[in-house]
Nanobody
């Protein structure tokens, strides 16, 4: 079984920064896509950022210029979040397509508040 474990969430003041990490483990032959989603109370889960195996990236309009997604060769994906706003408060979920199947992490809480 494939497992995704997120880390790096927490409480930060508006304008601050956080770096989220997601590590994949288990039986993995290939990872064709990685991404970060978020869900705030009362809202639907939405795409924040995604990256393909070729390095192409895609961002939600609300985070362009503030967030950066990246990946490494150790089956990890990262989300650098700068200039955080209260509306960024949500549970952030890591998503990967592993060997043609979709997997989700358990989520990590990000709270932006003074």
């Amino acid at each position: 079984q494939v497992q995704l474990v997120e880390s790096g969430g927490g409480l930060v003041q508006p304008g601050g920064s956080l770096r989220l990490s997601c590590a994949a483990s288990g039986s993995i032959f290939s990872i064709n896509a990685m991404g970060w989603y978020r869900q705030a109370p009362g809202n639907q889960r939405e795409l924040v950022a995604a990256i393909t195996s070729g390095g192409s990236t895609n961002y939600a309009d609300s985070v362009k210029g503030r967030f950066t997604i990246s990946r490494d060769n150790a089956k990890n994906v990262y989300l650098q979040m700068n200039s955080l706003k209260p509306e960024d408060t949500a549970v952030y979920y890591c998503r990967m397509v592993v060997d043609g199947r979709q997997y989700w992490g358990q989520g990590t809480q990000v709270t932006v508040s003074s």
